[in-house]
């Protein structure tokens, strides 16, 4: 009956596993990186009674560069990192006890041929050691949206790109800052002038969810692991 109980709620467990969703974190259209609303695009009125407005005009010699909300610019990607880490940690320790008891009166004091000598030995050795080395580059284009237009002048940004394929999705999001500065005569920018930048870049399906661990992995390779 034990082991009947047992296995029940294995199955129930890894049932439970089975069905949850791992690409439950990331979807499209997703309210951070969605574009501003349509209302937020219109002009506010205009109380000084001039016919022009702030970064509502337009020069026929100045570059047509984004300077208001929902204006588009196109981040082009060169990101490169490298990084390498090492480290080793050993330790031993060796430890050995005798006592042994003193004769008293010419005798060694006992109980049913049990003495009170006594001799430990303890024996124990740690050896760890961890390496690292990380290598990623990022290239590519996308084009995002202006969010919101800071006190200072400087623009936030965000935007997403999401590709169909036949074997799942994949995408890419980024956020950050740019100043106007920056930003070249043909509306771009390059990604390492964005200010903190949160850039993404995943898929979902089920070819990106072969390259998981799966959960019980997870377990095993997790710290709080106590062997």
Known sequence: MK???????????????STVNPDNGVFPND???APVPSESLKAPANSSGSLYQ??????????????????????????????????????????????AVPNLLGTVPGWKNLTMDSETSNSRAF?????ADRSNSL????????????????????G????????????????GLVRPQDITPDNTVASTKVADARISFG?????????????????????????
């Open 3 to 17: 082991l009947l109980i047992g296995l029940s709620l294995a199955l129930t467990i890894l049932t439970g596993c």
């Open 31 to 33: 309210p951070d990186y």
């Open 54 to 99: 702030a970064r509502y005009s337009l020069g026929l010699y100045t570059d047509q560069q984004a300077t208001r909300v929902g204006d588009i610019i196109t981040v082009i990607f060169d990101e490169q990192y490298q990084s390498s880490k090492s480290a080793q940690t050993k330790s031993d320790k060796t430890s050995d006890n005798s006592m």
């Open 127 to 131: 050896n760890g050691k961890g390496e």
């Open 139 to 158: 290239s590519g284009e996308i084009s995002v949206t202006v969010a919101e237009i800071m006190p200072n002048g400087n623009l936030k940004i965000r």
């Open 160 to 175: 997403e790109k999401w590709l169909t394929l036949s074997e799942g999705e994949e995408y890419i999001r980024i956020s």
């Open 203 to 227: 898929g979902r399906g089920s070819l990106n969810n072969s390259t998981r661990q799966g959960w019980g992995d997870k377990i095993l390779n997790s710290p709080l692991w106590p062997f």
